[in-house]
């Protein structure tokens, strides 16, 4: 549905400032119905990348097709024409103050030359979609954060898009708004089949609503790949800085001070265990406590499960002589598992 | 006071108001797309034309620049070619207009400036028309600011019409300069100063009434409605 094929923008230099690359060959493809995030720092090219979709910006070289359409090579009357397919939120909202919520849906129908008629059977049921039937006759001034990015999310609706960007359109609002406008792109996702894609700093976001994550780094796509997997096994130092912001990714700091002790003095050795597939919903570490008949503490971590994908990561403290045994890596081969030594404490 | 002075009084109190509201509505009908077009045709702007918004506003600051005593008697010629005589109320007019017409435009500008480019941005991003987004988001959305800044207009044209007596253009000023001052007529003067007060007054607050009236936003935040919120 969406592929960008090696698309560079560069912004030339003003004044002072020099050259600026923002995107430095980027290639995506979003087949159609997915819902794909963009992860990454202020900075890094996501907004511009955005951008290029629906032709705010124009890339330097590389191509952008959406539909099968050149979006980089069309005129400005085409390019409107698409446009109306692209629908497109806000970290924002940018909704007209002098409109109420009913007149803010209907613009791009007006801008379309709809009668009020129609337009006022499109736009009652998309305020009913977006849960804000009662407030159609309200202003933005009168609406919370999260009822004016339901508006922004009608307004995008109306014109029946086949995609819809979302450029930052949670970081403005609190964690229950965010996961209740987040439920709601799912719904619209699975319910009128749309394309989305979406950028964000937040892995929250992503790890709530996404199927495929690309992260972005000093405009470039640097690992891509289903949320779960990205989640699981990082491998870029940005791709794990993401993942270890959430809650339980890191060692607690008071055992991390710890860590350093010679291995012939300590008494524990410190484990991280990523556990995937089977083995995170299995009892993993009663198992091996009981096979090695040893006792295991477990020092931290989360367990989750990501678009349908049971998955854990954990911190173990085994007793040091079964590590060095080699009596821990063995009971714990398994694909599913992924063990790494993080060192000893006395 | 006798009748013949109450009857000049009220005569030039009319010549001010013809002066001052032909003035005005010819110097918004030109300011507004004037100043519309000063706001939007800067570099990657909606109508990118940045050396005629250089030239354009350089021409609008000489404008403002001038003294409009000055600017009365320099454009007589303009004057004779537009209204066929370059004395009386109706030539005032044209000096007027000229005046009010880049400092309208100015403060369109910056009422245009005000909109959030974020509005702009949603708008093409809906696939809107330029001109779409001028007559249905930055027009809507400014509103308020424009109404202000025409009220502002108006006050500053009163003031400015004091002067086109020496065009022999009527109105209060020029009653006041003559009567008042030339004849020694304190209470005349007295008269003319407090029906200019009046006046700015009267422009001042309903301004600020249709600019409430217009200003959801700002109608909202003093609840007119009664009962709990």
């Given at each position: 549905m969406i592929e960008l094929d090696g698309v560079w923008k560069t912004f030339p230099a003003r004044g002072s400032d020099t050259a600026v690359e923002a995107l430095r060959g980027v290639s995506l493809h979003v087949p159609r119905g997915e819902i794909y995030g963009v992860i990454g720092r202020s900075g890094a090219g996501k907004s511009t990348l955005i951008r290029t979709i629906n032709g705010l910006e124009r890339p330097t070289c590389g191509e952008v097709r959406v539909d099968g359409i050149a979006i980089d090579k069309l005129d400005e009357r085409a390019l409107r024409e698409e446009r109306r397919k692209i629908g497109?939120?806000?970290?924002?909202?940018?909704?007209?103050?002098?409109?109420?919520?009913?007149g803010n849906v209907a613009l791009p129908l007006e801008l379309l030359g709809l009668s009020r008629r129609e337009i006022e059977k499109r736009v009652?049921?998309?305020?009913?979609?977006?849960g804000l039937g009662d407030k159609r006759d309200r202003h933005p001034v009168e609406l919370s954060g999260g009822q004016k990015?339901?508006?922004?999310?009608?307004?995008?609706?109306?014109?029946e898009p086949k995609v819809?960007?979302?450029?930052?359109?949670?970081?403005?609002?609190?964690?229950?708004t965010t996961r209740s406008i987040l439920a709601l792109l799912a719904r619209v996702n699975a319910e009128l089949g749309l394309t989305i894609v979406l950028i964000t700093h937040e892995m929250t976001v992503i790890k709530e609503i996404?199927?495929?994550v690309g992260v972005i780094d000093d405009g470039a796509i640097i690992e891509e790949g289903p949320v779960h997997q990205v989640f699981a096994h990082p491998q870029t130092a940005t791709a794990?800085?993401?993942?270890?912001?959430l809650a339980g990714r890191e060692l607690p700091a008071s055992i991390k001070a710890e860590l350093g002790a010679p291995v012939e003095a300590s008494s524990q050795t410190i484990l991280r265990l990523t556990l995937t597939g089977e083995a995170a919903t299995q009892p993993t570490v009663t198992k091996l406590a009981r096979a090695l008949g040893i006792d295991v503490a477990i020092l931290g971590g989360q367990i989750d499960s990501i678009g349908g994908h049971p998955f854990a990561l954990l911190f173990l403290g085994v007793p040091t002589a079964s590590w060095t045994s080699g009596a821990v890596s063995a009971a714990l081969a398994s694909p599913d598992i992924q063990l790494e030594m993080l060192g000893h404490v006395a | 006071m006798s009748p013949e002075l109450l009857r000049l009084i009220l005569d030039s109190t009319l010549e001010t108001l013809y002066m001052v509201g032909v003035a005005t509505l010819i110097g918004t009908l030109l300011g507004l797309p004037?100043?519309?077009?000063l706001a939007t045709s800067g570099q990657g702007e909606l109508f990118a034309a940045p050396k005629l918004n250089g030239v354009l506003g350089v021409v609008v600051n000489a404008t403002r620049s001038t003294p409009f005593i000055i600017l009365v008697v320099a454009i007589i010629p303009f004057t004779r070619l537009i209204a066929g005589t370059s004395i009386g109320t109706t030539a005032a007019i044209v000096p007027l207009t000229i005046a009010a017409t880049p400092f309208i435009a100015r403060i369109v500008e910056a009422a245009i400036r005000e909109v959030d480019y974020?509005?702009?941005?949603?708008?093409?991003?809906?696939?809107?028309?330029?001109?779409?987004?001028?007559?249905?988001?930055?027009?809507p959305e400014a509103l308020p600011g424009l109404v202000l800044g025409i009220t502002l207009a108006v006050v500053s044209l009163l003031s400015n019409s004091a002067m086109v007596g020496a065009v022999g253009g009527g109105g209060l000023g020029d009653l006041g300069i003559r009567y008042g001052y030339q004849r020694f007529m304190p209470e005349v003067m007295l008269v003319v100063v407090i029906v200019l007060i009046v006046l700015v007054q009267g422009f001042q607050t309903l301004g600020e009434y249709v600019a409430r009236r217009v200003n959801r936003r700002l109608r909202l935040v003093c609840p007119l409605k009664s009962g709990p919120p």
């Open positions: 497109m939120i806000f970290q924002h909202f940018n909704l007209l103050s002098s409109r109420s919520a009913f009652t049921p998309l305020l009913e979609l977006v990015q339901r508006v922004g999310i009608a307004r995008a609706l109306a014109t819809l960007l979302s450029d930052e359109a949670t970081s403005a609002l609190d964690p229950e996404c199927h495929r794990r800085s993401f993942v270890g912001s | 004037l100043g519309i077009f974020g509005l702009v941005e949603a708008s093409l991003a809906m696939g809107a028309t330029p001109l779409q987004i001028v007559r249905k988001v930055l027009i």
